[in-house]
């Protein structure tokens, strides 16, 4: 939004002051919201109190755990005319529905043409990496681009922090 593409945030927030604060913010910043649900859940929280990435999460029944195939089928217009998609591990690790809204958002987006990004941010108090392995399996053909770190989500996903080998290994599993 601050380069000045239109931009739109597709989730789902907590119906309380700390979603207003943050539908505030995506104002703030120019992101479109009419593509977000609101709900009576709580919206989840994280904390980095030891550092390096070892968050603590409180995403268990949260709003944005809700988000599910049937919010993506009820903007399936504009993700079909969106030219890129940002997905995230940690959406798709917060429930079985939010795994299944994002591979149903990146086959939209990528079967119309658009651009899809996939950032695996792996955290293991959230998945384990049996499941994040799979998770970036089914991913990695539909998407233009993959942007895992090395080596936070490279040595639990793929076994190795050379970043060489890392983009070998995403070529490998389809990745453009």
Same mark, same amino acid.
């Given at each position: 939004?601050?380069?000045?593409?239109?931009?739109?945030? /597709?989730?789902?927030?907590?119906?309380?002051? !700390?979603?207003?604060? /943050?539908?505030?913010?995506?104002?703030?910043?120019?992101?479109? %919201?009419?593509?977000?649900?609101? +709900?009576?859940? *709580? =919206?989840?929280? @994280? !904390?980095?109190?030891?550092?390096?990435?070892?968050?603590? @999460?409180?995403?268990?029944?949260?709003?944005?755990? &809700?988000?599910?195939?049937?919010?993506?089928?009820?903007? #399936?217009?504009? !993700?079909?005319?969106?030219? +890129?998609?940002?997905? +995230?591990?940690?959406?798709?690790?917060?429930? *079985?529905?939010?795994?299944?809204?994002?591979?149903?958002?990146?086959?939209?987006?990528?079967?119309?043409?658009?651009? #899809?990004? @996939?950032?695996? =941010?792996?955290?293991?108090?959230? &998945?384990?990496?049996?499941?994040?392995?799979?998770?970036?399996?089914?991913?990695?053909? /539909? #998407?233009?681009?993959? &942007?895992? +770190?090395?080596?936070?989500?490279?040595?639990? !996903?793929?076994?190795?922090?050379? *970043?060489?080998?890392?983009?070998? %290994?995403?070529?490998?599993?389809?990745?453009?």
């Amino acid at each position: 939004a601050a380069a000045g593409a239109t931009t739109a945030l /597709l989730t789902v927030v907590g119906d309380d002051e !700390l979603g207003e604060a /943050l539908l505030d913010c995506l104002d703030t910043f120019g992101v479109e %919201r009419a593509l977000i649900r609101r +709900s009576e859940r *709580p =919206n989840g929280a @994280y !904390l980095d109190v030891v550092g390096d990435r070892e968050f603590i @999460y409180w995403r268990t029944q949260s709003a944005a755990s &809700t988000l599910g195939p049937a919010d993506i089928a009820h903007h #399936v217009t504009a !993700l079909r005319a969106s030219r +890129s998609l940002i997905v +995230s591990g940690i959406t798709a690790a917060l429930s *079985p529905s939010s795994e299944d809204a994002v591979m149903v958002a990146a086959h939209t987006v990528a079967e119309a043409g658009g651009h #899809v990004t @996939y950032d695996p =941010n792996f955290r293991g108090r959230m &998945t384990t990496e049996h499941e994040a392995q799979i998770v970036l399996a089914r991913m990695a053909p /539909l #998407v233009s681009l993959m &942007t895992p +770190s090395c080596p936070g989500d490279s040595e639990p !996903l793929f076994g190795t922090s050379d *970043p060489d080998e890392v983009v070998q %290994r995403c070529r490998a599993l389809g990745a453009h």
